[in-house]
Each structure stands twice: as structure tokens, then as C-alpha cells.
């Protein structure tokens, strides 16, 4: 089946990089570093790491312009997919994986077996906990790719698989995440500042995933009207029917009750095969004070299967909806 390289980009020694190459080591058959950051002296690389280089090309070479939005400064991350691109140029192997510092696996058996030629097989990613260490945000990509794939989308970037007929699920492998809430919220700040800096590029003027992620990330920040505008943006290009549910889902919390309801009733039209539409109304018709209404949809979302998509969900939406509303 060809050899497994894991492909990790940083920018400078953690922990967390320590913990993610040794949860990846016994996995492949090599471990890529790539340092982002001139910082650390970057031919130095944790045990287990077979081959390190340093790249500057996905950093900003100069500051932005006073005034400018972003207001990046020299040598801040600019793009992702440069990074991850470069980083799995390093690879020898046929077939690649890729983890971030702040990232494990957990599974059984071989991680190849996540490869096929003509199947997109997308694993899951376990990205937020709550206090009890439930799962409370997952979604699925591709994680064992070969040559051909390419990276896409400066911020939270885009693996794209070429040549598949096909997308399976498989749960042998989970990726889980550890970031602090203090790493939340630096990472919200620069996902923030990379998407201010490139969202007058041409390419992006019309994108509809790339209006959701600015988007998104004034909302992660607080500022929901700048929010809503670029939600409302991206939900009128999107065309695929999951991704324009989770926008509708996002503007609802952009806006008080009474005009968060419109969007939660648009996202239930869309996905009425979802708990997450009906749990979203479940909890605003609580907050007006229509608690028979409110268990109505609960009911609803109850009565729904676990939303079959590759793209974010709550796994515990439903029973935390139920706690609310003093149910569970």
C-alpha cells in the first residue's frame, strides 16, 4: 500500500507538539516537521520526528498598510494551505496524514487502511469538549490522502481528494483536539486577521465558503452585526444544502429571539432530518417564554437520527437542549 508520512506544521516547540508526534509515531513510517516561525532553531525537532525544514513563505514579509483592516505585521501567519503544502513536500512516503500540535489520534489498527485509490474516506475530528469531556463539536474529512491532493483556503483550509467516485465514513480513527479556551480564543483573534487580509483578493469576492468563515469569525469574536452581514452574504452563493442549514443555524445567533426564530425555522426547512434546526428553535421559544412550543420541537429534535454529514455537529445538542429546558 506504499509508506505513511504524518506531516505536522508549528511554530516553535510546545507540549503539544511533543504529545502529537508521539501519538503519531508508531502509526507511519515517518514524521515531517515544519517549522512556520524563525524563533526556535529550527533543525531541532522532538523525538520521533524523522525529517524538519523551516519555511517562511506562509507569513507575512512586511506590514500591512496602517489602516488596513487586518493590520498583520511581519512575519505573522498568513496562509495555512502554503504552509501544509510545503510541509507535505517533505514527504517521502506515497500516502500522507497531517495533525497539528494541539491535535492526537486514537484508534486501532492501520492507519492506511484510511486509503483508498478511487474512495474519499473521511475520519472524524474531534474539535470541542464540554466540562464532562463529551464531544460537543465534530466533523469528518479526509485524512489519508495520496500525492494528488491539494490544499486549499488560506484559513481553515481545505484538503481536496482528486480522482474519487465515492465518500465513505470511518470511525477506526479519531483526531482529537486539546486546545485551551485561551487557545480558542487567540486562535478566533488570527482566523479573524488572516480572513480581514484576504478578503478583498478577487478569487474570494464571490466565495461562498470563504464569506461563512469571515463570517464565522466575527461572530467567534462578538461582533454579530459584522457577523450577520457576511452570513447573510454567504447563505444567498452557498448552493450545497448542509453547509447553508449550518449558516441559517449561525445567523441565528447572531440576532435577538424574536429575529433569530426566522433563521432557525429557513435552517429547518432546509434540514428537517436534523436535530440541530429543532433543538436551536427548542431553546429560543424557551428563552420567549413558550415552553409548551418549546417542547414541541424538543420532541422533534428527539425523534431525529444523528445528522449524516461531514460537516460540524453537536453530538450532545439534543440532551443539552433537554437540560435546558429542565427535561433530561
Excluded at 99 to 112: F, N, P, Q, S
Excluded at 152 to 180: C, G, I, K, M, Q
Aim: hydrophobic share 40%.
Amino acid at each position: 500500500m506504499g509508506r505513511l508520512s504524518a506531516c505536522i506544521i508549528a511554530r516553535g516547540p510546545s507540549e503539544g507538539l511533543t504529545r502529537a508526534v508521539a501519538s503519531v509515531r508508531p502509526l507511519v513510517d515517518e514524521v515531517c516537521l515544519l517549522w512556520t516561525c524563525a524563533g526556535p532553531p529550527w533543525h531541532i525537532a522532538p523525538k520521533g520526528v524523522d525529517v524538519v525544514d523551516y519555511f517562511d513563505g506562509c507569513n507575512a514579509q512586511a506590514d500591512c498598510p496602517a489602516g488596513a483592516p487586518c493590520g498583520c505585521k511581519r512575519g505573522e501567519l498568513l496562509d495555512f494551505s502554503a504552509a501544509r503544502t510545503r510541509s507535505f513536500a517533505l514527504a517521502s512516503g506515497e500516502l500522507r496524514t497531517y495533525l497539528d500540535t494541539d491535535d492526537t489520534i486514537e484508534g486501532a489498527g492501520d492507519l492506511r487502511d484510511l486509503y483508498k485509490p478511487d474512495v474519499a474516506v473521511f475520519s472524524p475530528y474531534a474539535y470541542a469538549f464540554d466540562e464532562l469531556g463529551r464531544c460537543t463539536h465534530r466533523h469528518y474529512g479526509p485524512r489519508v490522502v495520496d500525492v494528488t491532493a491539494r490544499w486549499s483556503y488560506p484559513v481553515h483550509n481545505v484538503l481536496r481528494v482528486e480522482r474519487v467516485t465515492s465518500v465513505e465514513h470511518s470511525d477506526a480513527f479519531t483526531w482529537l483536539h486539546h486546545r485551551t479556551p485561551e487557545g480558542n480564543a487567540a486562535s478566533g483573534a488570527r482566523a479573524l486577521r488572516m480572513l480581514q487580509h484576504w478578503q478583498a483578493t478577487p478569487c474570494f469576492q464571490h466565495d461562498a465558503r470563504f464569506a461563512y468563515y469571515l463570517g464565522r469569525a466575527f461572530l467567534d469574536v462578538g461582533k454579530r452585526g459584522r457577523a450577520s452581514t457576511e452570513l447573510e452574504r454567504a447563505f444567498e452563493l452557498e448552493t450545497f444544502r448542509d453547509q447553508k442549514c449550518n449558516i441559517a443555524l449561525d445567523l441565528a445567533r447572531c440576532f435577538p429571539p424574536a429575529f433569530a426564530l426566522v433563521w432557525a425555522h429557513h435552517a429547518l426547512e432546509i434540514r428537517p432530518d436534523w436535530p440541530a434546526p429543532w433543538c436551536m428553535l427548542a431553546r429560543l421559544y424557551y428563552r420567549i417564554g413558550r415552553h409548551a412550543l418549546a417542547r414541541r420541537f424538543l420532541a422533534g429534535a428527539q425523534d431525529c437520527a444523528p445528522a449524516a454529514t461531514a460537516l460540524a455537529v453537536d453530538p450532545t445538542e439534543t440532551e443539552r437542549t433537554a437540560a435546558m429546558l429542565g427535561l433530561s
